[in-house]
T-cell receptor, first 112, second 116 residues
Framework: TQLLEQSPQFLSIQEGENLTVYCNSSSVFSSLQWYRQEPGEGPVLLVTVVTGGEVKKLKRLTFQFGDARKDSSLHITAAQPGDTGLYLCAGAKETSGSRLTFGEGTQLTVNP | GAGVSQSPSNKVTEKGKDVELRCDPISGHTALYWYRQSLGQGLEFLIYFQGNSAPDKSGLPSDRFSAERTGGSVSTLTIQRTQQEDSAVYLC??????????????FGPGTRLTVL
């Protein structure tokens, strides 16, 4: 059973389009993180959200943590080919220390 | 400064053989994690070490998997009697501490293990 469900699993869009990736769970998380991973490399942290309803922006990327801290979304505006990669959400629970539970990832391809 | 390094980058082995994967964390990081990633999938937690505390081994999939961390620095993940289902990328990460919301986990490039 996957604790964190990501959707869509694959996304192929044209440069300039907007997109949203979702990360959903029935569990409450104390914090949620988004990572981006490129082939042959480890994931790199993009953002951490800790407060229900929190919205964080990183240039063209907007991250939101659900009010109940069970879900999150990543919105990319005017996608660029450089945004191509595997996007992973990961949640931490107060009872699990720093142990992270990862979603299965969204493979994004932005075509020029 | 140097990031997390892992060796080897690729390992091909035959079913039934033992393998050792190495991780060199960022200097000064007290926490070290091992994860496993199947092709194009998310990461599966295996084990983490924090200072001199007993490691959290709750993610190890079987007793064929073990890990140690010597001197609070380098870690080795050992898989005994490898099986084809062990084929995956094994990722190591380190962080300054154990607070997920503030202590960023920095990942190495991984070791791609292929069991024939």
């Amino acid at each position: 059973t996957q604790l964190l469900e990501q959707s869509p699993q694959f996304l192929s869009i044209q440069e300039g389009e907007n997109l949203t990736v979702y990360c959903n769970s029935s569990s409450v998380f104390s914090s949620l993180q988004w990572y981006r991973q490129e082939p042959g490399e480890g994931p790199v942290l993009l953002v951490t959200v800790v407060t229900g309803g929190e919205v964080k922006k990183l240039k063209r990327l907007t991250f939101q943590f659900g009010d109940a801290r069970k879900d999150s979304s990543l919105h990319i505006t005017a996608a660029q080919p450089g945004d191509t990669g595997l996007y992973l959400c990961a949640g931490a629970k107060e009872t699990s220390g720093s142990r992270l539970t990862f979603g299965e990832g969204t493979q994004l391809t932005v075509n020029p | 400064g140097a990031g997390v390094s892992q060796s080897p980058s690729n390992k091909v082995t035959e079913k039934g053989k033992d393998v050792e994967l190495r991780c060199d964390p960022i200097s000064g990081h007290t926490a070290l994690y091992w994860y496993r990633q199947s092709l194009g999938q998310g990461l599966e937690f295996l084990i983490y070490f924090q200072g001199n505390s007993a490691p959290d081994k709750s993610g190890l999939p079987s007793d064929r998997f073990s890990a140690e961390r010597t001197g609070g620095s380098v870690s080795t993940l050992t898989i005994q009697r490898t099986q084809q289902e062990d084929s995956a990328v094994y990722l190591c990460a380190s962080s300054k501490g154990l607070i997920a919301s503030t202590d960023t986990q920095y990942f190495g490039p991984g070791t791609r293990l292929t069991v024939l």
